[in-house]
């Protein structure tokens, strides 16, 4: 699949459905200086990921602890209500393996935000300009913010993606 808005695209090894809902591995391409990914930085209070580069550089921050991770360099692992980011920031494409235990709903997350880079609907930053959008996919990604408790978030994004689907997006 490819993100038309980012250049960026993700091929699955193994989805939720084929792991019995237990993971989810793909092998993820960030286009040169794709630094979209790195701002804001999110936690995940449900889910631990790994990072793994098959080809290229990944700046990775976890935590406190910043990382550029080539192939052949170990996993690093982000464990559950860790903040963290990743981006490129290379002239070259960086290419690595995530694994996300247990997945949720993060694979129906990645479809939707890949159709709406088609449909045109993301830009060049990955941020639908429709904040409906913006509130399924936050649901789906099952991902929050530091400041803001993520219990109250997790509630206005359920809220808005009610409200999305009230209005017809889906």
Same mark, same amino acid.
């Given at each position: 699949?490819? #993100?038309?808005a980012t250049g960026d695209s993700i091929d699955f090894i193994q989805t939720a459905k084929e792991s019995d809902g237990k993971m989810s591995k793909f092998i993820m391409t960030l286009a040169p200086k794709s630094s979209w990914a790195?701002?804001?930085?999110?936690?995940?209070? $449900?889910? *631990?990921? *790994? &990072?793994?580069v @098959?080809? +290229?550089e990944l700046n990775l921050s976890v +935590?406190?602890?910043k990382y550029i991770l080539r192939s052949k360099d170990p996993k690093v692992t982000v464990d559950k209500?860790? !903040?963290?980011?990743f981006w490129n920031? *290379? #002239? #070259?494409? @960086?290419? &690595?393996?995530?694994?996300? $235990?247990?997945? %949720?709903n993060i694979e129906k +997350?990645? %479809?939707? *935000? $890949?159709? !709406?880079?088609?449909?045109?609907?993301i830009n060049k930053n990955n941020i639908p300009y429709n904040p409906f959008y913006s509130m399924l996919l936050m649901?789906? &990604?099952d991902a929050y913010f530091p400041i803001v408790p993520w219990k109250f978030q997790r509630l206005l994004f359920n809220i808005g993606a009610k409200f999305a689907n009230l209005f017809g997006y889906k």
């Open positions: 699949m490819k #993100n038309f790195k701002s804001p930085r999110h936690f995940h209070p $449900y889910q *631990t990921e *790994t &990072f793994e @098959v080809e +290229g +935590g406190k602890e209500f860790t !903040l963290h980011s920031a *290379t #002239n #070259n494409e @960086v290419k &690595f393996i995530a694994e996300i $235990y247990p997945p %949720r +997350g990645i %479809r939707k *935000t $890949y159709e !709406l880079s088609k449909l045109g609907k649901k789906d &990604f």
